[in-house]
């Protein structure tokens, strides 16, 4: 939450959290902060259509004009064209969108995508929800208190 | 209640107890062969009909559109028995959260975790002697020959070795010879080499597979562990490429979070 305070244009937006329990390539929970989700609006400055995931780049600027650059995690290519995404088309170098999702437990600039809105209201999930991969809620197994 | 609603009703309310001749036997495709036909694309994990895009509003991950089959399995699932030693284990994965997950690797998934991932689809191959599964996860197969025993010359494997046969309208798979580096469901779900898996598909209607699988694995488990869940025909779906290796960086990612665990440990 703090890191969101530093940067005036990303306001918190309050997630339900969900019983992810799907399987995903590797544990978004490890690494994000499902307690800490974000909204950063900016520039699209390169986009990574990859597996096992893809990722953007995202120019944001705080209040005295200073812009750093933030790196968004999410789906690989497959489960994007699958959610409505075309490559090389519907996200671009130079688009200006707004995306909420989850603080790196690191606190640097990178966070887990979750849903893009775009300037004309559409909005697509770039990245499943917070905690994918991480267990979910409980455990598989029941262990005895010793 | 109309009539086709209680059919309907029962049958649901049957499960998990599925049995031969349960099915609808008019109503389900069936092959040149009058087996149950399986060929399709399909979605394990998942009891939302429709296409991909309709079922899966949200991603992929946590749906909740589209009609629920009727077919869908009701009430907690059963937790995996494992040894109390075992448990351990599979508990300390958990508050790492999955952090050793064998797939961050790139890793084939194994068997069943490969089957019941709702996140991409798989394509099933229906001949009469040789069942074909293909997965879009990192392109794992199975190939399934009907009626015949496992081969004498098994080297352990992440997918092991599949066998099939027609009980009534159920597909049995049985399946051996698997390595210890994969897992089963969920987080830290492992096993050993001794896996033996068996798995039953019923097709039950247009949209639905219901499926039931039991892992026995005397080194880790007190008892087999049964599970079930329904797969779902995904019209107009087709498999892409996951080349998981193309640009992994989880990890070198990983490393550094393990120079202190207590950073992302649930406890």
């Known amino acids: 939450m703090t890191r969101s305070r530093n940067l005036p244009l990303a306001a918190v937006v309050l997630f339900v959290a969900t019983a992810a329990s799907a399987s995903a390539h590797h544990s978004f929970g490890a ?83 979750r849903e893009v809105t775009f300037k004309d209201g559409k909005k697509l999930f770039f990245g499943p929800p917070a905690g994918t991969g991480d267990g979910g809620n409980a455990p598989s197994v029941d262990v005895p208190a010793k | 209640m109309s009539p086709s609603r209680i059919v309907l009703f029962l049958a649901a309310a049957a499960l998990p107890f599925i ?21 399709g694309v399909w979605q394990g994990g998942s009891s939302r009909i429709g296409t991909w895009e309709a079922a899966n509003a949200g991603g992929g991950t946590n749906a909740t559109s589209g009609q629920i089959s009727p077919f869908a399995v009701r009430g907690p699932q059963e937790k995996a028995p494992y040894q109390p030693w075992a448990a351990e284990k599979v508990l300390e994965s958990f508050n790492r959260r999955g952090i050793d997950d064998p797939m961050a690797r790139c890793l084939s998934p194994g068997v069943p975790r490969t089957t019941t991932m709702g996140l991409f689809p798989m394509q099933i191959v229906q001949t009469p002697k040789t069942i074909v599964m293909l997965f879009e996860v990192f392109h794992v197969f199975r190939v399934i020959p009907i009626g015949v025993q496992h081969p004498d010359d098994l080297e352990a494997s992440f997918m092991g070795d599949s066998v099939g046969r027609w009980e009534g309208d159920t597909l049995v798979v049985d399946a051996i010879g698997f390595n210890d580096k994969t897992w089963l469901a969920g987080t830290g779900t492992f096993h050993s080499d001794k896996l033996h898996v068996v798995e039953k598909f019923t097709r039950m209607d247009e949209n639905t597979i219901a499926y039931e699988v039991t892992m026995e694995d005397p080194a880790v488990l007190t008892k087999p562990w049964v599970q079930h869940s329904t797969i779902m025909l995904r019209p107009g779906t087709r498999l892409r490429e996951y080349e998981c290796a193309e640009n992994n960086t989880d990890i070198g990612r990983y490393e550094k979070l393990l120079q202190d665990e207590t950073v992302f440990r649930r406890k």
């Open chain 1, 31 to 113: 690494e994000y902060d499902a307690n800490k989700p974000i909204t950063l609006t900016g520039v699209i400055t390169k986009v990574e259509w990859t597996n096992p995931h893809s990722f953007f780049y995202l120019d944001v600027k705080d209040a005295s004009g200073k812009v750093s650059n933030w790196k968004l995690e999410g789906f690989p290519p497959n489960v994007l064209y699958r959610t409505g995404w075309k490559k090389d088309v519907t996200i671009k170098q130079g688009d200006e969108i707004t995306v909420s999702g989850w603080h790196a437990r690191d606190g640097g600039n990178w966070g887990h995508s």
């Open chain 2, 19 to 39: 049995v031969e001749g349960q099915t609808a036997a008019s109503k389900i495709p069936r092959a040149a062969d009058g087996k149950p036909d399986l060929t």
